[in-house]
């Protein structure tokens, strides 16, 4: 991409050196408001029969001048259609990403959800167990069920930009 740009400003260079040398080497001729369309074109004719050398150059210089600008359109045309194909994926991503975000926003709210269930599903059991260990060591010599206090779940958290799945004692 950087080539192109600078093979633009190449052309660009070339063609404004073009018209300053076709500008020096012009001779005016100023034809009166009062002239006819075929007096003007008379006017040029003589200019040129008179200086066929000047002209041809200026001639020489008008086509360079006009191939070079078509060479500059043709470069311009890749960029804009390079800019538009990386605007036109740019966009796709976005689109994916957005997707993407929002199928992962699903999970994670049904994660929180079983997270939810599970922690009742704990405390429950716990409160099972609380009631259940006391006759369990009378008769056992053991708990019933230990490691409630490094039992944890999963929970996805967010700050906006960044998803956190953290793990939550319950």
Known sequence: MQDIRAEIAVIRSQINKLRREG????INVTPSEDDSPQAIAETYRRQAREN???FAELKGIDDAITALEAQLAEKETI???S???YI???SEQMQELESAKSQAKIHAERINQLAAELATEIHSLKTCADNLTPLYWQVYYKPFIT???TISVPYVRSDGDVWTIVNRIV
């Open 79 to 81: 960029i804009k259609k």
């Open 23 to 26: 500008a020096s080497l012009a």
């Open 83 to 85: 800019q538009r194909g």
């Open 52 to 54: 066929p050398q000047l």
């Open 147 to 149: 490691g409630f206090k």
């Open 88 to 90: 036109t994926r740019l």
